[in-house]
């Protein structure tokens, strides 16, 4: 088992400590093989997250926070997810010149694993930011930020080999175009899958020609209320179906429902109901959702299984405030596990529902190292250590 340096943020300081990588592909891989699993490319931010806030400030008013945290933001948040499980994971974003992109840069590369080989710093252009506060279950966000100096396929060049590109669908950057070829469509050249994922459509024209770049992907994991506005469908299953006569893997999240997805390779159809968790920040839950998915995927697992981890990997994150530092890693998993496995047969019917359905990691977490990565504090000051009462909920990525 390979042992690496990791570095944990602890009260504005960066202090290294011994930790053990577990590498759930590892019986997998060859010499031959390509030099990531996953890579991908968008906009990083730095999040500020204020807690424990009893109400928003009215006009004029000033409130103070129970707790704050400060981490990398954006597309960090799938990057963080994806080495968090291990995954060999590369990023590529705009980081200015400021002290918020050194910061994001250190945490990423430093601290997360995170290559950073086909990131570029741009002299005179600041860091986007975003300051969001949570109040009980509900957040509010500002932002502030400028386009990049560089379109991302042009920044990339030609993207180092990966298993697996995540890219997100957009008529700026189209994939599968005759006219140009982006960064993904290079990647899939060179033989990644690709994964694909929607944002929100300000809009709310919700065209449905985005979709004709599914032809060219390998998943499609958008949110129900995305899926059924870009099928003009009325129910999450409907826009399933839909998008499954398009992509080889359809996966549609539905928050507290839980997931659905269709393999068209293997044949199978899955459902797997959200954990009962208490949802303190849902901050980056998707992007979780979806670096389980693609674990899953390149290790062969079985589609139930797949959705399963996914959400468990999900659940996990939002019980904690901070978004891309609140991805869990194996050792938060392993935990989880032995919990459950512990309470089977005394807890009740849920209790062992969760035991039947996650069974599967019986195989995985006896070879997970006793020192295996954890999620870290998201802070650059103090701990986002406030204890929220929110009533529990169920929550799945999405």
């Known amino acids: 088992m390979q042992e690496c340096a990791h570095s944990s943020r602890r009260r504005g300081g960066l202090t290294s400590v ?76 705009a980081f200015g010149d400021d002290d918020y992109a050194d910061f994001n840069w250190r945490i990423l590369s430093e601290q997360e694993s995170v290559d950073l080989s086909r990131s570029r710093r741009f002299k005179q252009w600041h860091s986007p930011v975003t300051v969001s506060m949570a109040v009980n279950r509900d957040r509010s966000m500002v932002t502030h930020g400028h386009p990049s100096p560089m379109a991302a396929t042009e920044m990339i060049g030609r993207p180092p080999r990966s298993s697996a590109v995540i890219a997100p669908l957009s008529f700026e950057e189209p994939l599968g175009s005759s006219d140009s070829c982006t960064w993904a469509d290079q990647a899939r050249k060179d033989g990644a899958l690709i994964f694909a994922d929607v944002g929100w459509d300000p809009s709310e024209t919700w065209a449905p020609s985005l979709l004709d770049q599914l032809e060219v992907c390998h998943a499609f994991m958008p949110n129900a209320v995305e899926a059924m506005a870009y099928t003009n469908t009325e129910t999450p299953r409907e826009a399933l179906y839909a998008i499954a006569d398009r992509v080889p893997l359809a996966v549609v999240t539905d928050g507290a429902n839980g997931a659905m997805a269709i393999d068209s390779i293997t044949g199978e159809e899955a459902y797997v109901p959200a954990l009962r968790v208490t949802a303190l920040d849902p901050t980056g839950a998707g992007d979780v959702f979806g670096a389980g998915l693609v674990l899953g995927t390149l290790a062969h697992w079985p589609l139930a299984d797949r959705l399963a981890f996914a959400g468990v990997c999900s659940a996990l994150a939002v019980q904690q405030f901070g978004g891309s530092l609140a991805a869990p890693g194996w050792g938060d998993i392993a935990d989880w596990w032995h919990d459950v496995r512990e309470a089977s047969g005394r807890s009740g019917a849920y209790i062992e529902s969760l035991a039947r359905r996650y069974a599967f990691l019986d195989k995985l977490v006896p070879t997970v190292p006793v020192g295996a990565v954890r999620r870290a504090a998201a802070t650059m000051s103090l701990h986002a250590d406030v204890s929220a009462g929110a009533e529990p909920v169920d929550r799945q990525g999405g």
């Not at 577990?22 to 906009?43: H, N, Q």
């Not at 704050?68 to 963080?80: H, Y």
């Open 18 to 93: 011994s930790v053990q990588a577990y590498d759930p592909l590892a019986a997998l891989r060859s010499p031959e093989g390509p030099e990531f699993d996953v890579f991908t490319a968008g906009t990083v931010f730095l999040d500020i997250v204020f807690t424990g806030l009893q109400a928003m400030p009215a006009a004029g008013t000033e409130v103070w926070a129970e707790g704050m945290g400060s981490c990398p933001g954006g597309i960090a948040n799938l990057a963080i997810a994806a080495s968090r499980l291990g995954l060999r994971t590369s990023m590529a974003a």
